[in-house]
């Protein structure tokens, strides 16, 4: 049984942030993947199925919500081991993914135990199988791509810190960008082959350069510049620890070797910074991003602030130039002395009757 080519990579529309952090991971695998959030009918599957035949294995390996550890990290053959003293492994859907893509849709849904698994491997490229003391391990060189709706739930922080790269897909931003997807679609699915032949060429080339920046990306070094670019704004962002800076680093060289540079530049750094930072990013950074007020609200050196709604309303207990703090009483009024006023005489009680 033959299978129809797949949607063409060259071929997607209107979803640019997108196929960056998919070409990247594809470049640099161990960035630790891409975690695409969006709703339904947003190409996130078909933009993952598209980035195989990119890479030198195009292996496409789909991760089923129920598939249990044994079945994704393959398992070991104790008896051979105990009898023939040797290690019979037998691989899982890691090692067949090795130099592929994984795919994990609604990876939000996956047990957090295989989703803290795949992000191991995905970071190291090493898949390690223990058991009953005997282990193995074997190159997994993975690029791990999730994707979640977010109505369905949210990822755990702490496994959302861990993906790479994040990309939060909206809706189809304009008529025209619609009408271009469901335009290439309709060609898609009327002429399988005709439609990837069209787009053979554009494919060959990239494939191209995804391999030679493949090749380079361990060379490209980068200057104190860059270096100092990414930690302004990881600092300015507010992320916990280096992992941020790690990420960006990595996902901007990989980022220049896609562009055939030698060196990273800061360009390199702008073009990628978001897709490490949107996850990562905390409130107090992104209070601290807050622009100032522009210059005619500024109050100039020495001016005493403006007074508020709660100021205003008080301006009647205000404290007066002679009063001291201690008798200041914020909203209440200070107390007032009062005279002592003359109470009717009470007459005296008649005595029981015995």
């Given amino acids: 049984m033959t299978f129809p080519p797949a949607f063409p990579f060259t071929a997607l529309q209107g979803q640019q942030p997108l196929q960056t952090a998919l070409l990247l991971v594809a470049v640099d695998p161990l960035l630790g993947g891409v975690l695409v959030e969006g709703p339904r009918g947003t190409a996130k599957s078909t933009s993952a199925r598209a980035l195989a035949a990119l890479l030198p294995a195009g292996r496409f390996v789909n991760l089923p919500l129920g598939a249990t550890e044994e079945q994704l990290v393959g398992t070991l053959d104790l008896e051979a081991a105990l009898q023939g003293s040797r290690v019979q ?71 959302l810190d861990r993906f790479g790269l994040f990309v939060q897909l909206d809706n189809v931003p304009d008529v025209a960008t619609r009408k271009a997807i469901v335009k290439t679609r309709m060609a898609y699915d009327a002429d399988h082959e005709a439609f990837a032949a069209q787009y053979a060429q554009a494919q060959q080339a990239l494939a191209r350069r995804v391999a030679t920046a493949r090749a380079s990306v361990a060379a490209l070094d980068w200057s104190d510049a860059v270096h100092e670019q990414v930690a302004q704004l990881c600092q300015q962002a507010g992320v916990e620890g280096v992992r941020a800076d790690l990420v960006m680093l990595r996902a901007a060289r990989a980022h220049a070797a896609l562009a055939g540079r030698s060196e990273v530049a800061q360009a390199d750094v702008t073009a990628v910074a978001e897709l490490a930072l949107a996850h990562r990013r905390s409130q107090a950074g992104d209070a601290s991003q807050a622009s100032p007020p522009p210059p005619s609200e500024q109050q100039p050196a020495g001016t005493p602030p403006p007074p508020t709604a709660a100021s205003q309303a008080d301006t009647g207990n205000a404290q007066s130039p002679g009063e001291s703090q201690s008798e200041h009483w914020g909203a209440l009024p200070p107390p007032q002395a009062t005279g002592l006023q003359t109470v009717k005489p009470l007459k005296a009680l008649a005595p029981k009757k015995a």
């Fill in 89 to 159: 492994f037998r691989p899982g859907l890691l090692a067949q993914a090795h130099q592929g893509i994984l795919y994990v849709d609604e990876v939000n849904l996956l047990a957090d135990g295989l989703v803290d698994l795949l992000l191991d491997v995905s970071a190291s490229g090493i898949n390690r199988v223990e058991r009953d003391g005997v282990s193995h391990q074997h190159p997994a060189r993975i690029a791990l791509i999730g994707t979640m709706n977010p109505e369905e739930g949210q990822l755990r922080p702490q496994l």
